[in-house]
């Protein structure tokens, strides 16, 4: 396994980004990486807080008329209900779903505890979403033996802290971790090790290599490709007069290569939020009142994140989905919620008046300048009771 | 449903139920006050959030048609508020909306179905007993302010009641947020022994005790089992507040009491409170600590902030113990001495890095654990 990653790293030429800054210097070896995903988060959150859901079927999300599902119980899933499924396809699929308003501010404080697991173990965390990081442990910080066991010991952690479960896949890359993880959900742990990749790939049906769509799919079966073997059987050549810029990246992943490394540092590049309405809107004063809503939405989020931006976006969709935003840049960095809804208004103003009603408004800030990590709080000279 | 009912009456009704329902919501529904009329010429408010239910009763001036309707509780509330006093309200509901008549106004209101309302299942409570309403206030007010808004602990989220037998029957009451904590105390009424211990959410306490504002003198009825609770008030119509409890469990906070602190700080807690009051005008966000010097019947009390400046102030006080330097964070100081309802404090100190006893005497029903800051 170890020539093929060592062969593909020597002829490979193509401008990516991604492989530029991995030139993989440090790690001699393979590294070791393991990704956390944890077991229908939202939902489980919600059932671990209402002892009454537990269960049943849940579903995360608004009910109304164009609610989605956010996140399924693995109740619910039986019937089908996925998330990012209009809630109104999923109370047909199952009737008795109960459905639970989202509390990101509890997603985020259980987000953050994992998060404090995971650093425990390493500095190379990765988080993808609030609920799932790739980590490198390559280093064994604490000396726990191997992946398996770090993977097993932080699956522990993070349910003795959160009494929530979460999967595990650990691996040599970050895409075989990810595959892994998703293998024995929930509360599972598997583990590709080194010369076991390509093989594990091979049996995969292509939908479940990360960035393969269902339009992806279909024209991969147009092709005669339905799984890893079959992609490995087709040249590079092949897959770029098809695929384009996606064909490298398939041409790797059917080998179980992946030479990505895990970043732990995700700069922030806007702060910001939107909202879908129950009915359309048209009416100025309404439009305005709504623009006061979102910007206690995002000025909340933006104070949280402590950010600083000179960009202000107003974006809208119209009810034939059709997008349009307007953005103003500032010489400075937006002092305060007062001047984020002046300049919201003024580019509300720009827009009116409306060629059509709009289904949804968004706020964002971006340029953001020097966005300050969040404060330790080791060296709190409050000290503790409890 | 269709009947009439008095401005005052209705604002009164709402103002209580209205702030249950929260401002944003994902659930339509959930915005929305029940509304049931009964032939019997009472009509039923009730909002919930899903955690906390509140419902009212009152009496119509007249209910012609009996029926139940739920509508946007914050635009009725407004509605009300504005309308004239001593104006008599028509509320029709049929066919989607509803109808608010009152003089010359008419407003016409979206409704949804009374059966998409949801209900908090009560299901068996099997504790029952009563408070006096000014006690039951007292518990919270003594309590309240130290309970958590961090959500990582959830289970501080809340009060804390329990029974304990010590040399006679107990309940007790208790809040912290990891940094002081509160404990009431009273004898345990009939009815309480062999109470599950729960937590009271914030938010419910915060409600109750808006509606206890209103009727002090009477008593109230209070049937719990280990996962929901129930609170019944007195006064016209009556008031029944339904909550959910925190479900988790509450540190063990007895063996954060300090038993063998051993040095006596006795002071008056008026000009404490304003004393530190006043140094911690120059007290920044970052630096909250004032800090306090103990001598022989004397408290110096300073702050030092890198921005603003020093500032000191001497107080009098009964102290005969070795010197102490010790700092506190000067509101935590605040919430706890403007509780104290007396010409007399007791701090019970050990030393700057363990908790402070607080209280107004051995006998008081309340008793604060504060921890120091570093300074």
């Known amino acids: 396994m170890s020539y093929l ?111 404090d697991v995971f650093r425990y173990h390493t500095d190379l965390v990765e988080p993808l979403s609030l609920d799932e990081a790739f980590l490198d442990v390559t280093e064994d910080r604490h000396g726990i033996g191997s992946a398996t066991n770090i993977a097993q010991v932080i699956r522990r952690q993070i349910r003795e802290t959160t009494q929530l479960t979460a999967s595990a896949g650990v691996s040599y890359n970050k895409f075989l971790a990810k595959l892994a993880s998703d293998q024995n959900k929930p509360d599972g742990l598997c583990v590709i090790r080194p010369g076991e990749g390509a093989s594990f790939v091979a049996g995969l049906p292509i939908r479940r290599f990360h960035g393969v769509g269902p339009r992806a799919e279909e024209k991969m079966n147009r092709l005669g490709i339905a799984t890893g073997a079959d992609l490995v059987a ?96 500032l010489s400075s960095v937006v002092a305060d919620k007062a001047q984020f809804t002046a300049i919201g208004l003024g580019l509300l103003e720009e827009m009116l008046p409306l060629p059509r009603p709009i289904r949804l408004m968004g706020m964002t800030l971006s340029k953001l300048e020097g966005v300050p990590k969040k404060k330790v709080r080791h060296d709190d000279p409050q000290l503790s009771l409890l | 449903m269709k009947a009439t009912i008095e401005r005052a009456t209705l604002l009164r009704c709402l103002s209580h139920v209205q702030s249950v329902v929260e401002r944003r919501n994902t659930i339509p529904i959930l915005s929305n006050v029940l509304i049931d009329a009964a032939e019997t010429g009472s009509l039923k408010v009730m909002a919930t959030d899903l955690d906390l239910q509140v419902v009212e009763n009152m009496s119509a001036a007249s209910v012609d048609t009996p029926g139940a309707i739920t509508v946007s509780a914050h635009l009725l509330f407004d509605i009300a508020r504005k309308l004239p006093d001593g104006s008599q309200v028509s509320l029709d509901a049929a066919d989607g909306r509803m109808t608010v008549k009152a003089g010359r106004s008419r407003f016409s209101l979206p409704t949804l179905p009374r059966d998409d309302f949801p209900m908090i299942v009560e299901g068996d409570l099997p504790t029952k007993f009563e408070l006096p309403a000014k006690t039951l206030a007292e518990l919270i007010d003594r309590t309240r302010f130290a309970i958590s808004t961090e959500e990582t602990r959830y289970y501080l989220n809340g009060i804390f009641l329990h029974v304990s037998d010590e040399d006679r029957p107990l309940l007790k009451a208790a809040a912290t947020d990891g940094h002081r904590l509160a404990r009431f105390t009273l004898d345990r009424p009939d009815g309480a022994d062999g109470m599950p211990d729960v937590i009271v959410p ?66 008056d807690p008026r000009s404490f409170y304003e004393a530190v009051d006043r140094v911690a005008t120059i007290a920044t966000e970052k630096t909250r600590a004032v800090k306090m010097g103990l001598d022989k019947d004397k408290v110096t009390l300073s702050v030092t902030s890198p921005d603003n400046g020093t500032a000191a102030e001497e107080l ?49 029903s309340a008793l604060y654990v504060l921890m120091p800051m570093r300074v």
Not at chain 1, 84 to 107: E, G, H, I, N, Q
Not at chain 1, 315 to 325: E, H, P, R, T
């Open chain 1, 234 to 329: 087709k040249d590079i050549a092949f897959l770029r007069a098809n695929f384009g810029s996606f064909a490298d990246y398939l041409y790797r992943a059917a080998r179980g290569i992946d030479l990505r490394p895990v970043r732990s540092n995700r700069i922030r590049k806007s702060v910001g939020g939107e909202r879908t309405f129950h009915d359309d809107i048209s009416s100025g004063p309404l439009l305005r009142e709504t623009l006061h809503n979102i910007v206690d939405i995002v000025w909340e989020r933006i104070e949280r994140a402590e950010a600083k931006g000179r960009t202000v976006t107003l974006k809208v969709k119209y009810n034939d989905f059709q997008i349009s935003s307007h953005a103003r840049t």
């Open chain 1, 5 to 115: 990653i060592a062969g593909m790293a020597a002829h490979d030429d193509e401008p990516d980004c991604d492989l530029q800054d991995e030139t993989g210097e440090d790690t001699p070896g393979l590294r070791k990486i393991i990704h956390v995903d944890m077991d229908a988060f939202f939902a489980s959150v919600e059932q671990r807080d209402n002892p009454d859901l537990r269960g049943r079927p849940v579903a995360v999300g608004g009910s109304s008329g164009r609610g989605v599902v956010a996140a399924a119980s693995y109740e619910a899933r039986e019937f089908g209900v996925k998330s990012a499924m209009p809630s109104v396809t999923a109370k047909r699929l199952c009737p008795d779903l109960v459905f639970c308003k989202s509390r990101f501010d509890v997603y985020r404080e259980v987000s953050g505890q994992i998060r």
């Open chain 2, 202 to 267: 914030r938010k419910a306490v915060a409600e109750l005790r808006k509606l206890l504002e209103e009727s002090l003198d009477g008593h109230v009825q209070i049937d719990l089992s280990a996962s929901k609770i129930r609170f019944t008030l007195g006064g016209e119509g009556g008031v029944v507040l339904t909550s959910k409890l925190i479900d988790g469990t509450f540190p063990d906070y007895s063996r954060v009491i300090p038993t063998g602190n051993d040095k006596l700080l006795r002071l």
């Open chain 2, 316 to 364: 009098a006080a009964e102290y005969g113990a070795d010197n102490l330097e010790i700092g506190f964070n000067a509101n935590y100081l605040k919430d706890i001495l403007s509780q104290i309802d007396s010409d007399n404090v007791e701090l019970h100190l050990a030393d700057a890095g363990a908790p402070t006893l607080i209280r107004k005497d051995d006998k008081a």
